[in-house]
């Protein structure tokens, strides 16, 4: 398919080509039309360059790495799409309105105003395209961000998407990646929940949640567990904090979910 449509833009340049030459044969020469046909030209062109570079790169990339990671693979995506409509609407508009340096020299003077007035998009431009060339974040995890948690469905210059457990789609600013703490239970080496759980300072209480947890596990989670732990992590006059550990065989949001929600109920 690649192949195909590559030869299929040669040929539409080609064919532009050959009507630019002639079609003064055919009809009266009106200058918009001369425009129209060069910048026709011009857009195939830099599509079909474009098209050859990008997938030589990734190809290359692909050829070097062991493990390729599909990160860079959108980052090059991303990269060239935005290079190549960004020279396609400047030459468009060196072609049909203004000189380019005109504009160019226009922009410098407001240059300080626009990045103001367009300061957090520029700023989740630049931590998007971070985002596509590193390993913290890839398409495909489930990460938890503040309140928010999902699969990461995709990466893009301004934000990126999260799909729930619920079926509702998040949009959050790339900002938002870089400002606040972040949890990637697909990068997690250990497929352990964990929640901390405050208990009443009593003889028994501490005692009777352990027995407790233990039976949900063995009676709710036995299949999906693999161990359980409670650790004291601190002792107040009035109340007892513990964390629980439970190891599960296969991490997922909504066995987190649930478990977590069993547990606080025999803690109460």
């Known amino acids: 398919m690649k192949f195909i449509r590559s030869m299929f833009m040669a040929l539409i340049v080609l064919a532009l080509i050959f009507i630019y030459n002639f079609y003064d044969l055919l009809i009266d020469e009106i200058l918009i039309i001369d425009k129209l046909l060069i910048v026709a030209i011009a857009y195939c062109v830099i599509d079909l360059a474009f098209h050859i570079i990008r997938h030589t790169l990734i190809a290359l990339y692909n050829k070097n ?46 240059a300080v105003a626009i990045v103001l007035i367009f300061r957090e998009h520029i700023v989740n431009f630049i931590n998007g395209i971070v985002l596509m060339f590193t390993t913290g974040i890839s398409i495909g ?105 439970v190891n599960v065989k296969k991490y997922n949001m909504t066995l987190e979910d649930q478990l977590k929600n069993r547990i606080k109920e025999i803690a109460i």
Request: proline content about 2%.
């Open 65 to 110: 790495e062991a493990h390729p990671h599909p990160n860079m693979t959108l980052g090059i995506k991303s990269i060239s799409y935005f290079l190549q409509y960004f020279m396609f609407i400047l030459y468009l508009v060196n072609t049909l309105f203004i000189n380019i340096k005109d504009l160019l020299t226009s922009i410098s003077i407001v």
């Open 141 to 245: 995890d489930v990460i938890q961000i503040g309140d928010h948690r999902g699969k990461v469905k995709t990466i893009s210059f301004q934000y990126v998407e999260l799909a729930d457990d619920t079926g509702e789609t998040v949009f959050l600013p790339n900002n938002t990646i870089f400002t606040k703490e972040f949890r990637n239970y697909s990068k997690e080496r250990t497929n352990t929940i964990q929640l901390t759980v405050r208990l009443k300072r009593t003889k028994n209480d501490l005692k009777k949640f352990k027995v407790n947890l233990r039976k949900l596990i063995d009676s709710e989670f036995k299949d999906q567990t693999t161990s359980s732990k409670v650790i004291t992590t601190m002792v107040d006059k009035d109340f007892i904090e513990t964390k629980v550990l």
